[in-house]
């Protein structure tokens, strides 16, 4: 059993900015592939980042330019830093590990962008 902590959620202004991190308790991290998914009320769970063991990443389309998705192997984690932010990514933000079939998610950080 892998256990995912997100950390870095809060309230920000639309273009503002915020880095969220999520720290694994594996010790094969390397090994995994890792993603940032988002859930707004009403709404099904989307991919909004992913960076495979390889090194590549993949964004969703309404991020694509704005955020960035990074790992650090060595200190288990994932991060997720987000530019331009704006009232349309308010969501919960859930970190994501996955090997073969198996997947883990994060309880969940909330990110609210609001004047």
């Known amino acids: 059993q892998v256990q995912l902590v997100e950390s870095g959620g809060g309230l920000v202004q639309p273009g503002g900015s915020l880095t969220l991190s999520c720290v694994a308790s594996?010790?094969?991290?390397?090994?995994?592939?890792m993603g940032w998914y988002r859930q707004a009320p009403g709404n099904e769970r989307e991919l909004v980042a992913d960076?495979?063991?390889?090194?590549?990443?993949e964004y969703g389309d309404s991020v694509k330019g704005r955020f960035t998705i990074s790992r650090d192997n060595a200190k288990k984690s994932v991060y997720l830093q987000m530019n331009s932010l704006k009232p349309e990514d308010t969501a919960v933000y859930y970190c994501n590990a996955r090997v073969a079939s198996t997947y883990y998610w994060g309880q969940g950080t909330q990110v609210t962008v609001s004047s």
């Open positions: 960076i495979r063991d390889s090194g590549m990443i």
């Open positions: 594996t010790s094969f991290f390397r090994s995994y592939n």
